[in-house]
């Protein structure tokens, strides 16, 4: 019988299972680069080209590691998250976890995860910004394996076939983003300025950012029910002045196969993605795309709240029986070359500046230019938005749903707006 993440979070029978502060101390004289002889178990998501390198980098590590063993556990994203519910359930998880930030908080505020920082584990080659996500009030459980930034990937052979100039994204607002989408949308014979960025998470966590607010905070939601309610309205205003795709169209293309959406197919002519999936998104689509900064509400480059996201990290559970070797095995993933040499940018670029200088002489041309974007807006980052509360991964479901229901016709943006944030507030596990 497998358990869900929500029955894993529902209260004694799930992650708490007796977890004591005993259970959560860090090996007080672990040395992280000084395993001894042990039996290691290591679970992620991804690919077969994921799971090849990391078969590699599992390869190295017993190779410059006598007496260690590490044995892989591969899943895709949904079944992976069951299964490791189900395995921390019955204290059987991987002594290595590649961890989402979505369920970091799931994981550590029920004391299931290691502090990382008290582990031995080095991270002060990390860019600044890049660990804080990571943090809760107890310490750093998840340490990056891969930073990213968000940003609007932009197709210049649509917009020269249309006679449109690229806009300067240092300067461009959401409104000269809203009328230069519509503009291509009118002269588009079929290609429409933007996929839509707002029936999905991303969009509204830019906007609200920019406004002060945000997704998430330590304890509950960055916004209120007004603040979703503005934005349902721009949505479907956007839709309306031909800014993005007809809600059913958008619908579809959001869960489509990457290869098959809007923007990969040449059908748009910008699209909001992370800096991570620009191999991806050149590779599906043949374009050489460019790479922009988010529009800002004041047409200044520093207030587009840009930031360094985790692409995914490294976590340890609280009662690995190799704490130390766990440990130990992570500081290789983030911080030894040879680890770096194989991985590259699998996993998004380096946190740590110095691997990451070493592996740009490897880089494909795709993750040069995500490279060099990164560079280019890292002057202007700034604070990275907190880990969501317990509860709260899912975010971009619900508000999929609200505001499907918005532009379908079927609810009023107050009333959407008001479910939405009644519905989010009840799936917080306190």
Known sequence: MTMSRR??????????????????????????????????????????????????????????????????????????????????????????????????????????????DQAGVGTADFAEGTLDPGRTPDGLMGVNAGVNVMLVAANPAVFEQLGVELPDDETWTWEEWAALSAEITAKGDGIIGSSDPTLYDLGFWMWMR????????????????????????????????????????????????????????????MSVYWSNQVLSLETASGADLRLLRFPSMTGRAADAQLFYNVSMMWSVPAR??????????????????????????????????????????????????????????????????????????????PQTRYLQDVRFGRSDPATAAQAYVAELTSMIVR
């Open 7 to 116: 029955a894993l979070l529902g209260g004694a029978g799930g992650l708490a299972l007796g977890l004591g502060a005993g259970a959560c101390a860090a090996p007080g004289t672990g040395d992280a680069s000084s395993p001894g002889a042990a039996e290691l178990r290591m679970g992620w998501w991804g690919n077969q080209t994921r799971t090849e390198l990391t078969n590699q980098v599992i390869g190295a590590y017993q190779d410059a590691t006598p007496g260690v063993t590490v044995a892989g556990e591969p899943a895709e994203w949904a079944g992976y998250w069951d299964r490791l519910a189900t395995q921390t359930a019955a204290n059987n998880a991987p002594d290595v976890i590649q961890m989402d930030l979505k369920y970091l908080r799931q994981y550590a505020d029920r004391g299931a995860l290691l502090p990382l």
């Open 210 to 269: 920019q406004r002060g607010g945000d997704l998430y905070t330590q304890d509950g939601l960055g916004f209120d029910a007004a603040d979703a309610q503005e934005f349902f309205e721009l949505s479907r205003q956007w839709e309306l002045d031909g800014v993005i795709p007809e809600v059913g169209v958008s619908s579809d293309d959001i869960v489509a196969p990457l290869a098959d959406r809007l923007f990969t197919q040449g059908r748009t002519a």
């Open 320 to 397: 690995s029986k190799e704490p130390e070797a766990a440990a130990a095995f992570v500081d290789f993933l983030v911080n030894d070359p040879r680890a770096a040499d194989v991985l590259v940018a699998e996993r998004g670029m380096p946190a740590s500046t110095v691997m990451r200088e070493r592996v740009e002489p490897a880089l494909s041309p795709s993750d040069v230019k995500a490279a060099a974007y990164l560079e280019r807006v890292e002057p202007d980052l700034t604070p990275p938005s907190p880990a969501p509360p317990a509860g709260l991964g899912d975010i971009s479901l």
